[in-house]
């Protein structure tokens, strides 16, 4: 709480001003970090796909996709800040697309799956959505 004196057309008035807190149990409501969230990891294993030369396709990058490995639009409630990566295969291909959404050559499987990171950490159930 602070006082201010001020003077409003020749006539002089003090305010009391209060800074609203919230309660110490509170919990923030707004998120501070600029990052953008990290992915939940759906498979711990590479998807092998059939994939068309020329075709658009969307590799989910937030893991929250039904349609793995592909997007279904999830990331716009369940990962604001993250997006499909979009590719479009030069020809016909088998390619291994990455499960674990933590591979360093989206939208293709390097064997990041195989560290410890992966391997320990909790695989997202469709349920936990
Ligand atoms: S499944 Fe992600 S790197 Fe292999």
């Not at 149990?25 to 294993?45: F, H, N």
């Not at 039904?66 to 979009?86: E, M, V, W």
């Amino acid at each position: 709480m602070s006082m201010l004196v001020t003077k409003l057309d020749h006539i002089w008035i003090t305010l009391t001003l209060r800074l609203a807190r919230p309660p110490a149990t509170a919990t923030p409501k707004v998120q501070l970090s600029t990052l953008p969230p990290e992915p939940v990891i759906p498979s711990k294993k590479p998807f092998k796909v059939e994939l068309l030369g020329g075709k658009r396709y969307s590799w989910c990058t937030c893991g929250y996709s039904k349609k793995q490995p592909f997007c279904d639009g999830a990331h716009k409630l369940k990962a604001q800040g993250l997006s499909p990566l979009r590719f479009v295969p030069e020809t016909d291909s088998t390619a291994w697309l990455c499960g674990c959404k933590y591979t360093n050559n989206p939208p293709y499987c390097d064997g990041t799956h195989k560290q410890d990171f992966i391997i320990s950490a909790t695989l997202h159930k469709e349920t936990e959505s």
